[in-house]
């Protein structure tokens, strides 16, 4: 292999091999044995295989902090700190507030260790192994190109399909043990059940190619982002998280927490996400964008969100206030004409918007009108113009039917 850093090289060369005597030296003197897996492999013409794979991770987290501040270590940081092509892994998230050097430390070192590892079978040294690891290090280090992945548990929705909402955005169906690979620890990070029950085995997946030197996306928030759009699209009880892993070229990159109004379970039946919401669910997330230069919208819907967990009265002034934001003080009108084609739904929804505007508390049906007047708001594109229309249908001047979508 031509290496392109050749200092880096042998300071990580040194760092992995010492850490390899120091932990094989650990299980001797303890007398202990690594866990292993034994995995099979069935084939569909032919007798099952088996494999038998020592559970290496694991047994080097325990004992990272020691690993952390051998002396081969340091030497091994300092020459990652002078490489500007590892800035990226440095401003990682590998804990709470982490240094430079910690974040390196989890992501760099503590991966190419494992990774030499498990490509050993075990601690006995094989310089091949090192070389395959170290060259798969290097073309993440200095690569044109990056792939960044953020993934955060759902709670609250199944689907019956993988189903992407964006490019490089998707809900799709959890792989038991993915995330254990990278964090033996994840288990205590997953929401309770998850991967057990029939709305808690989803997960939210970000992808994204990096240019070199480019930081990963926000993934927090574009996450909060699609959780909002699902629940707009579905009144699913949705949460995600409470915190996602992040990966860079497949290696463990950082666990973030999750921004506390997607975090949030609001109460609710499940519900499941099929191929017609998921379009609209797609389609309301890029609409969002809409708020950035609406403040009146950007209002309403932080207004309608933050109703999803509250109970009355402040449920119903958070609704009365989205509404009055979303369509103005004339609502208990606009929003029934917007809604309903059926004069007599159209009646019986006025009458509940009347008694929520009055200070009554939100009726089911009128807390989902609210919901369902968002969507035709992003739908439409254009607020103002929206209630213009409406008004002008009021009058006998328009037709309200054709400003009214599924929602």
Known sequence: MAVRAPHLHLALRAFVLGAFAYLLRDLEECGEELPFAFEEHAQRNGPALYEYRPLVRGFVEARAERLRGRDDALLALEELAREPAAGIFARAHAGPKPSHEEALFRTVLLGLLVATAESCGGFDWDDDAFERAYADLEASLFGEQRAYTALAPLVGLSVGTQLELAPGLRVRAFAEGELA???????????????????????????????????????????????????????????????????????????????????????????????????????????????????????????????????????????????????????????????????????????????????????????????????????????????????????????????????
């Open 181 to 407: 690979r990278h964090w033996p620890e994840a288990q205590g990070l997953l929401p309770r059940d998850f991967g057990r029950e029939a709305d808690r085995y989803c997960v939210l997946e970000l992808r994204a190619g990096l240019g070199a030197g480019e930081d990963p996306p926000d993934a927090a928030a574009e996450i909060a982002d699609a959780v909002s759009a699902i629940r707009l699209a579905t009144a699913a009880p949705l949460a995600a998280g409470p915190v996602l892993f992040e990966t860079l070229d497949g290696r463990p990159f950082g666990i973030r927490p999750v921004l506390p109004i997607a975090a949030t379970q609001p109460p609710g039946e499940p519900s499941r996400l099929d191929g017609f919401r998921g379009a609209l669910a797609g389609e309301l997330l890029v609409r969002l964008a809409l708020a950035d230069a609406d403040a009146s919208l950007a209002d309403a819907l932080d207004r309608w969100e933050l109703a999803l967990f509250q109970t009355e009265p402040f449920r119903g002034e958070q609704l009365r206030g989205a509404l009055v934001a979303l369509l103005g003080e004339t609502w208990p009108l606009r929003a029934p004409l917007l809604l309903e084609d059926a004069p007599a739904a159209r009646e019986r929804l006025h009458g509940e918007l009347l008694a929520l505007a009055e200070g009554a508390a939100a009726t089911a049906l009128a807390a989902d009108a609210v919901r369902r007047s968002l969507v035709h708001a992003l739908r439409h594109g254009n607020r103002v113009e929206l209630v213009r229309e409406l008004d002008r249908a009021l009058l006998g001047l328009g037709d309200a039917g054709r400003l009214r979508l599924v929602s």
